[in-house]
């Protein structure tokens, strides 16, 4: 791996205020041709959510791309693993997303995928970056052709409900779009299976622009969880702006994340005999019971930095079949090359039935152990945070810490400095995350 930083790629993209900084039209339309002449591609898919400078975006992003030769097809509105599976059903040599993912509306972002649909590495980014920054990043002379094409999202949608078990078909689930990307696609997928026969609801379908991720969604879990205990519903799904996460709502309105969901699904692929499930994928930021409970299961799990890039990475070098993320974002190969909610949503089904699990009890047979994250915003360039200095504090709790962990970063996507602790004592685990709070807030 190059030991460059990235100037523009965080952990999930290019992602800022849109029509500002590193999101407008002029540097969209850069991108898209420094992409081309990094990719060499001639067929390329764009999709994006619903923000509403996702459309001024797509025009300056294919614009460049075009520029250079490429052809591109337009899938509009569609969760980022939709882009990943029209680029391999149509044979593309890429594609692109544009979304902010869980930001509010104000913000966008642009992150490539290559031809296997699999987000670019660290060095594929920065090798962009030079294409960016070169002076001679100029049209080729040569123009592609624009494509809409719509009828992608049905696809994927149709592809998404071919996984799911009929026999699995819960009654009484709601889904929450979060007003983004899976508005389009949640319909069809309750069509095209028996969901169609079931007391199913959608909840924060209807998007306007703006009210992306808004009080909804997984960052307002509480819109789910409340409808879920309202309606008595059995489940409830909940996706991010472009539904590449899902978080998960029993009947009692308590939620499912991203530890249980593997926990969960890890157990279903070991029983399916899955090559690959004798170890699953974790990030730092998984609580240590998942260790356990796997390690219970003749599984072993292994830990790598936050981001979905860094779980395939990590899952590709040491052959897993399964990987995500606390936040919700799954990975299982044999049936997705990047993080997909509904795909994620239909193996969870598929794997209480089989199974027989009773997901009313999930959370209390799990028992976490107590974990806080806070977040110190950043009031400067992360590249100018000392986290050196941060280290040798976080250094001095550490010890009181026992059979716990305290871990630091800041975030790939927002300007934010992340403490974690997390510890068997809850009293020691609201303590430890107040005193560095204070001690660490000078450094932000």
């Not at 059903?89 to 699999?118: M, Q, R, T, W």
């Not at 709601?174 to 169609?196: E, M, Q, R, W, Y």
């Not at 899952?315 to 799954?330: C, D, K, P, T, V």
Request: hydrophobic share 40%.
């Amino acid at each position: 791996m190059n030991d460059r930083q990235r100037k523009y790629f965080g952990t999930d993209g290019v992602r800022d205020l849109a029509n500002s900084g590193n999101m407008t039209s002029e540097f969209a339309l850069k991108l898209g041709r420094a992409f081309i002449k990094f990719n060499h591609g001639k067929k390329i898919v764009i999709g994006c959510d619903t923000r509403l400078s996702g459309r001024m975006l797509e025009g300056a992003l294919y614009s460049g791309m075009s520029s250079e030769g490429a052809d591109v097809y337009l899938a509009g509105v569609i969760p980022t693993p939709g882009v990943s599976y029209a680029i391999k059903a149509l044979n593309a040599d890429g594609g692109a997303v544009i979304s902010a993912s869980h930001n509010p509306a104000e913000y966008n972002g642009i992150k490539f995928l290559g031809p296997d649909g699999c987000k670019l590495s660290d060095d594929e980014e920065l090798a962009i970056e030079d294409l960016l920054n070169d002076d001679n990043n100029n049209a080729s002379g040569n123009v592609g052709k624009i494509y809409d094409a719509p009828e992608l999202v049905e696809q994927y949608a149709k592809h998404i409900a071919s996984l799911l078990n009929p026999d699995a078909v819960v009654n009484n689930v709601a889904f929450d779009c979060a007003c983004g990307a899976s508005a389009k696609s949640v319909p069809v997928l309750i069509t095209n299976t028996n969901f169609h026969k079931a007391n199913t609801a959608i909840i924060s379908q209807a998007y306007d622009g703006l009210n992306i991720n808004k009080d909804c969604g997984v960052m307002h879990m509480e819109n789910l969880t409340s409808y879920v205990k309202e309606h008595n519903m059995a489940l409830g799904f909940a996706f991010d702006g472009d539904a590449d996460r899902v978080l998960i709502s029993d009947k009692h309105g308590r939620i499912i994340d991203g530890d249980i969901i593997l926990w969960v699904i890890g157990r279903w692929l070991a029983k399916r005999g899955t090559p690959g499930s004798d170890k699953v994928v974790i990030t730092v930021m998984s609580n240590m019971a998942l260790e356990t409970h796997l390690a219970n299961e003749g599984i072993k799990a292994l830990r790598c930095p936050v981001g979905d890039r860094y779980v395939l990475e990590t899952m590709r070098e040491s052959g897993a079949a399964l990987g995500g993320e606390q936040s919700g974002h799954i990975i299982a190969t044999e049936f997705t090359s990047t993080g997909d909610g509904l795909c994620t949503a239909m193996l969870f089904l598929n794997a209480i039935h089989d199974l027989g699990e009773d997901t009313g009890t999930l959370i209390d047979r799990f028992g976490r152990y107590p974990q806080r994250l806070t977040n110190l915003t950043l009031k400067k360039s992360r590249d100018l945070v000392n986290m050196q200095a941060i280290e040798e504090i976080v250094n001095e709790y550490t010890s009181k810490v026992i059979n716990g962990r305290i871990f630091i970063r800041t975030s790939g996507t927002e300007p934010l400095l992340r403490i974690l602790v997390e510890a068997p004592e809850k009293a020691l685990v609201e303590e430890l995350s107040d005193t560095l709070a204070l001690r660490l807030e000078e450094f932000c």
